[in-house]
């Protein structure tokens, strides 16, 4: 079902680039740097019914990104030169790129770190402790799978609504009914809905994250790896924003320690769950600081700058999802420009 805000970015992205203006702008606007966003890499078969797949890009994409980035000029770094890059000055144009991925998931070891060796690329992945211990909930894969695998379901946002669900357009249409207040509503509140849903559907959420995410003992060798880095993104995979401080302080916290629990190490860096405006905000951004990790990133879309090195608690990224999946993409993305026009021409987003 095509999503129109979907449609009018990618024609803006595609009249960017094949005007040649983000060439023509770029080095007004590409900055010093980019993070990329990753969370799954595979070549699963995108089904009609698949509002999840934005999360999942193949591993040919991962590969042409990472050769249109060399190709580009960039450096890839790791999050611990960035941050020595950022603090300390970066190598005079010579921009770079870092690459990390969410979650935990076992195809980020499995099929993109073949990749990732092939072209010596280091990869940060952040952890979410409940996950790698087979608890929690990926309630945005458990709500795809209820909704793909009924003919009809209840609204939890509305009881007295039944939605329909039999057409790939119902199924979407069901979905976005029940995504967006999910992902905006109260954290405790949002697990226990998707809860009820599963035992309402017989749906066995707790299977999701054995049969997607490393367990510590896959993180514990992976961790052997000189490419990659572990890095913390809570216990429960909470909306920081949505806590009160003390709750947030000891999601972060909490997350930390059973990372450092099962690693034998701190974690230096640090990624939001979700990462947006109404996911992490300038409060957060002060209370990571107490942490001293090196850097924390968010999803905020923007390329690195200079002045970035200030905001060191509030990294924007760049998300490499299935919707883009084309070198075309990258090389806008690279300009900085699309992000320069969104955010007003404002290099930081930092509030």
Partial sequence: MANIVLVIYKAALNALYFSGLYKLLSPATRGEGIIFTLHQIN???????????????????????????????????SLDELYERQKHGNKPGKPYAVFTADDGYKDNRDI???????????????????????????????????????????????????????????????????????????????????????????????????????TWEELRELNKEPLITLAAHTKSHFAIARLSEDEAVEEIQTGMEIMEKELGEKATHFSFPYGSNCAANSRDFELVKQFNFKTAVTTRKAVLYEEHKDHMMALPRVSLNGEYQSGRYIKTFLSGLPFRLKNKWQKLDVE
């Avoid at 999942?56 to 190709?71: D, G, M, N, S, W």
């Avoid at 990869?123 to 894969?141: C, K, M």
């Fill in 43 to 77: 070549n699963d078969r995108v089904e009609d019914f698949s509002p999840n797949s934005i999360l999942k890009i193949t591993p040919e994409f991962l590969e042409t990104t990472i050769q249109t980035v060399k190709a580009e000029g960039y450096d890839i770094i």
């Fill in 112 to 214: 993109a770190l073949p990749v990732l060796k092939k072209y010596n690329v280091p990869l940060a992945i952040y952890i979410v402790s409940d996950y790698s211990n087979h608890q929690g909930e990926l309630w945005w894969f458990a709500l795809e799978d209820i909704i793909k695998n009924s003919s009809s379901i209840q609204n939890p946002y509305n009881k007295g609504e039944m939605l329909e669900a039999v057409t790939t357009e119902q199924k979407y249409r069901a979905f976005d009914k029940i995504y967006w207040p999910m992902r905006k509503s109260n954290q405790q509140e949002q697990r226990a809905t998707i809860r009820e849903m599963a035992e309402t559907h017989d749906y066995d959420i707790d299977a999701l994250s054995k049969e997607l995410v490393m």
